[in-house]
């Protein structure tokens, strides 16, 4: 089960937004800017050009923001051989990695890995991967991410399945019995978060909604409150 560093107080949906929507140029004060706002985590969308199309952020970027924010750091892993990785994140100073259901390596090993170095545990599916392909590792799981877009771009609109399929993984998170966070990464906005959030949704990650919205702030708050109005 997530720590109390990662759960937040009152039962609100947590908001992670993504940092590759984010100004690397002003990277601080973006961060400053989502941490005034009430982010309640970083989310690390790391991408390796093979699992997805596109290449992104590596263990120096989260080992660059440990310690210097206090928002937990959540490191998605979209890459083809995440064992590979795990290590560096975690002494980097990730609080939680997700790796992906359909990447190539061993699921229950590489989330073992991760348990024993210390770190929260998470798996990701893409939108055609059915739901109940998670039971399997439901035991080892402290965090699912739905992804509600194909992964490997930021900036994608919102897949009309994809409450469908949010509902269907907090259906085997009921059936498992354990305390397991769900998180929605993909085409979220202050339109999208209630559809989200009322499918079964914890925690939402938004990326280009918020950091490249005119007012980060006001977009962080909009998506929270419509988030909460369900």
Excluded: C
């Amino acid at each position: 089960m997530p720590s109390s560093k990662m759960v937040p107080a009152n039962g609100k949906i947590s908001i992670a937004p993504s940092l590759l929507s984010a100004d690397l140029f002003d990277l601080k004060q973006d961060i400053r800017r989502v941490e005034e706002a009430g982010a309640d985590w970083l989310h690390v969308d790391v991408m390796d050009g093979n699992f997805v199309p596109n290449l992104s952020f590596g263990p120096a970027l989260v080992a660059s923001l440990n310690g210097r924010t206090k928002l937990p750091l959540d490191v998605h892993l979209m890459v083809q051989e995440p064992a590979r990785f795990v290590e560096s994140f975690a002494k980097a100073g990730a609080d939680v990695i997700t790796i992906h259901l359909e990447a190539r390596d061993n699921v229950r090993a590489t989330l073992e890995k991760i348990k024993a170095l210390g770190v929260f545990a998470g798996v990701s599916i893409k939108p055609d991967t059915k739901p109940q392909a998670l039971a399997p590792y439901m035991d080892l799981l402290d965090l699912i991410l739905v992804m509600s877009v194909y992964p490997g771009f930021g900036g994608q609109a919102f897949l009309p399945g994809s409450p469908e399929q949010i509902q269907g993984v907090r259906e085997v998170i009921r059936q498992s019995g354990r305390p397991v966070w769900l998180e929605v990464d993909g085409g979220i906005n202050k339109d999208t978060a209630a559809l989200a959030a009322r499918a079964g949704a914890d925690a939402l990650v938004a990326g280009s909604a918020i950091f490249k919205a005119a007012d980060p702030v006001l977009a962080l708050k909009q998506i929270r409150q419509a988030a909460s109005d369900i």
